[in-house]
């Protein structure tokens, strides 16, 4: 299936239509950007490492019965995905105080939580992603009662199967981002999940393998995605 017109192009993917109405090719680029949009750079071969981890991960959870956008990798840069209406949320998910959540607390990263974590930001660029809760998210029809449900009981299964996936592979899942749509009245996972979007810690040396290399300038960026599809493709 061929790439036809660039329907959106956002930091670190385009979209295009196909000849099917019904399915877009996600393009993975290599530009990588922090703190909306105020870093930038190139992490060579990003593109390609976060489509082949993101198909992987994607194949898998789909054979553990998670409904995702994902139907095939034709190419090293592309990914072809069913058309979603994206629903302007993004859940993250939290096993241990990293990032942000760190920040806010006045914790150490690295402390492990009672509980999981489930925050929700309204995806907006000019807002800065601003974190709501479902309140927000009835109050402005952001998405329907029933589709925040099963955004969050598939979070929290994703977490379950990616934990164990991860921890198997030596590597702790931290936390990460998931963004949703519907597609023919079904709430489906889309986006991709990738060291862009979720923080992987190296089980016995703590070693971060993810964007957080970049965000706070730690080297290796790119090695740490290798390792992390290495690791992946297990
Ligand atoms: P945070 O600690 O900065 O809030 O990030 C939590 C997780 O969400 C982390 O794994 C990175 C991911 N994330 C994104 O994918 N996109 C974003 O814009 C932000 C802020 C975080
Ligand atoms: N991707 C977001 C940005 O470009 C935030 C981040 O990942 O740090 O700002």
Not at 52 to 64: D, N, P, T, V
Not at 109 to 123: A, R, S
Not at 147 to 167: D, G, P, Y
Request: hydrophobic share 40%; proline share 3%.
């Amino acid at each position: 299936m061929k790439r036809l017109e660039k329907l959106y192009e956002g930091k670190a993917k385009a979209l295009y239509s196909t000849e099917d109405p019904d399915l877009l090719i996600q393009y993975f680029k290599d530009e990588a950007t922090a703190f909306d949009g105020m870093k930038k750079g190139i992490i060579k071969d990003k593109g390609i490492l976060n489509n082949k981890i993101s198909s992987r991960i994607f194949r898998m959870l789909e054979a553990k019965g998670v409904k995702t956008h994902f139907v095939d990798m034709p190419s090293d840069r592309e990914m072809l995905v069913k058309r979603l209406r994206i629903l302007p949320i993004e859940v993250v998910v939290r096993n241990i105080a990293a990032g942000s959540l760190a920040k806010r607390m006045g914790i150490d990263e690295g402390i492990p939580l009672k509980e999981t974590i489930i925050e929700l930001y309204y995806k907006s660029d000019p807002l800065h992603d601003p974190m709501i809760n479902e309140y927000h998210i009835k109050a402005f029809g952001l998405a329907e009662a029933g589709q925040l449900r099963q955004m969050e009981t598939a979070s929290l299964k994703v977490n379950r199967i990616l934990s164990e996936f991860f921890n198997e592979r030596g590597i702790i899942l931290v936390d990460f981002k998931l963004e949703f749509g519907v597609h023919k009245d079904e709430v489906l996972l889309g986006d991709e999940i990738t060291p862009d979007g979720c923080r992987l810690w190296d089980k016995v040396t703590s070693e971060k393998l993810d964007k957080d290399r970049f965000r706070r300038d730690l080297g290796k960026v790119e090695e740490a995605y290798q390792e992390v599809l290495r690791k992946v493709l297990e």
